[in-house]
């Protein structure tokens, strides 16, 4: 007790204390707010532990403010506390919108995003809530900065024991997290620790594929399965947001595909694929390397584009998405060696997809030799009314089977959504029309970036944290021309019957290689989805965090 009381006697003669308790009133305000918000949308299910385990973090982060001086302070605080709310601010945002916290897995999305999709982003959200929270932010901020400037903390030896005693429970909890190998979790309790961890692992990602795509590591000697077919053609179509559970080849209850469903020869369904990750950038980087989920970037030696210009092939990549960065962008990277990269909408703002088609005549017109032509689609991106004709839709105002329990204005959205995956429908009927007029071996694959999870007003929507399987199951599409088959029948005859394997897009890669009808030594049949020798593997979501167990339709 005497103890006690001396400490109290210290501590309240401590010029510093006053003010550093206003200061710990602040940062526990700030904590209220994002825990709170997190707590009544779901995203965390108790208030009280996710609250205690960040708390020791946020005291830390205070303490060299008992450690600077009465200017050193000043400017700390002037930096921290706005950086603080400005996260806090995310975090609810984020968590608002897609019902999750916020983590590093945001940092991709938004420094793998153009300014267009920012735009657009912005626009989907805006509101009351959000502009709200903004303006009380801003407030906050101002009001932090002024009474933090007026009341500076000064130095002296009770501050100092006062920092080492705030400091402890998080210096105790980080000796803990290194014991038991979890050395992550010392700053990942908070957002702001979360967001500084995801962006120094977006920057490893992202220098390792600026690394093979300056040089490049092929796997072996590229070469041609059949040495004496020089004029082979593929068209692989990128999709955008396309959820397969939203047409009809798949089992949906509407007829958004009639093109796909009639096209002769028919095409193979691949029905149990679903996406490495629930972003695009991210997502194209597994389909077109050879990374693998839950293996860094260790194993990302080539790009699919590298492998196919080294097996004799002409690369001509042509996407209706906006353009991230000049040549440093995660897809320009992707295709930094191909023979032609072309993003229309720097041409035609504003595009549909179906303003790629005259590229793609015009590219299979003018080469005669090996081609393979990528039309990125921006398919059924966010604002999915914005990827058609506005007087288009089949689906307008309809009420049906399928939106028949939503509110009005989720009904809607709905019908906008299967309004543009029918508009994709149409595009890639064209693309096969194009391709059947080659006296030609031709092939045609379709495949989505990742899936989407249609807003119905209950679910959270996709991110790329995204635990929701409509996220990650995409369609997944092979059209294969009479040519083809004929002078490859074995590959047909397998592919046909592997539909049903269940097949992650991080694997796909082979398979794609094996559809080029390119092969190397040691090539890995046991991923190549295309053969009998496919070998299924676990397949997760959350970035390789949580099993995904879903059986096919």
């Not at 309240?12 to 526990?28: D, R, S, W, Y």
């Not at 973090?57 to 008992?66: D, E, N």
């Not at 407030?139 to 932090?144: N, V």
């Not at 796909?508 to 053969?531: E, H, K, R």
Request: charged share 20%; with cysteine; proline share 6%.
């Amino acid at each position: 007790m005497k103890i006690y009381e001396k400490f109290k006697s210290l501590v309240m003669q401590c010029p510093a204390a006053a003010n550093f308790g206003v200061v710990v009133g602040m940062l526990l305000a700030i904590m209220l707010a994002e825990f709170g918000i997190l707590y009544l949308t779901g995203a965390n299910r108790t208030f009280w532990n996710p609250y205690l385990q960040a708390l020791p973090m946020f005291l830390a982060l205070s303490t060299p403010a008992l450690w600077l001086g009465k200017n050193g302070s000043r400017i700390y605080l002037q930096i921290v506390l706005p950086l603080l709310i400005i996260s806090t601010v995310c975090s609810i945002l984020v968590t608002w919108r897609y019902k999750i916290p916020i983590d590093g897995d945001i940092i991709p999305v938004v420094l793998a995003s153009s300014v267009e999709e920012t735009h657009e982003f912005i626009n989907s959200i805006f509101g009351f809530f959000p502009v709200m929270v903004i303006l009380i932010a801003l407030a906050g901020i101002i009001a932090a900065c002024r009474w933090v400037w007026r009341h500076p903390i000064p130095t002296s030896r009770c501050s100092v024991l006062i920092g080492l005693l705030v400091l402890l429970p998080w210096g105790v909890s980080s000796i803990r997290y290194l014991v038991i190998g979890k050395a992550e979790r010392i700053i990942n309790r908070t957002t702001y620790g979360r967001l500084v961890q995801g962006y120094f692992a977006f920057k490893g990602e992202f220098d390792n594929l600026e690394k093979i795509a300056a040089v490049p590591e092929l796997p072996g000697v590229i070469e041609k399965i059949r040495p004496d077919v020089r004029n082979m053609v593929g068209v692989i179509v990128v999709g955008e947001s396309a959820n397969r559970n939203h047409m009809g080849i798949y089992g949906y209850s509407r007829a958004t595909d009639p093109e796909v469903r009639r096209m002769e020869p028919p095409v193979m369904a691949f029905d149990n694929v679903i996406s490495a990750y629930a972003s695009t950038s991210w997502a194209l980087r597994y389909l077109l390397t050879m990374s693998e989920i839950g293996r860094k970037h260790n194993n990302s030696r080539c790009t699919f584009t590298d492998m196919l210009k080294a097996g004799g092939y002409r690369v001509e990549y042509y996407s209706n998405q906006y353009r991230w960065g000049e040549h440093d962008g995660p897809v320009n990277l992707l295709f930094a060696h191909a023979d032609r990269v072309l993003y229309i909408q720097e041409i035609h703002r504003d595009s549909r997809d179906d303003a790629l088609l005259p590229y793609l005549r015009r590219s299979l017109a003018a080469n005669q030799g090996p081609l393979v032509v990528f039309l990125h689609l921006i398919g059924s991106h966010t604002q999915a009314k914005m990827r058609y004709p506005e007087s288009w839709g089949p689906f307008n105002h309809l009420n049906d089977e399928a939106n028949k329990r939503l509110e009005p204005e989720y009904a809607e959205r709905l019908n906008e959504y299967d309004n543009s995956i029918a508009f994709t429908d149409k595009l890639l009927g064209e693309v096969v029309q194009e391709l059947k007029k080659l006296d030609r071996p031709t092939f045609m694959l379709y495949v989505s970036d990742h899936g989407e999870v249609v807003d119905d007003g209950q679910r959270p929507l996709r991110s790329g944290k995204s635990r929701e399987p409509d996220a990650y199951e995409v369609p997944f599409i092979l059209w294969l021309s009479e040519p083809y088959r004929k002078l490859f029948p074995k590959f047909a005859a397998e592919a046909a019957g592997n539909v049903h394997v269940p097949l992650q897009t991080d694997r796909a890669i082979f398979g794609m290689l094996a559809l080029a009808q390119l092969t190397y030594a040691g090539f890995p049949q046991q991923d190549n989805v295309f053969s009998r020798n496919f070998q299924a593997k676990p397949r997760t979501l959350d970035s390789g965090s949580v099993p995904y167990n879903k059986e096919k339709p």
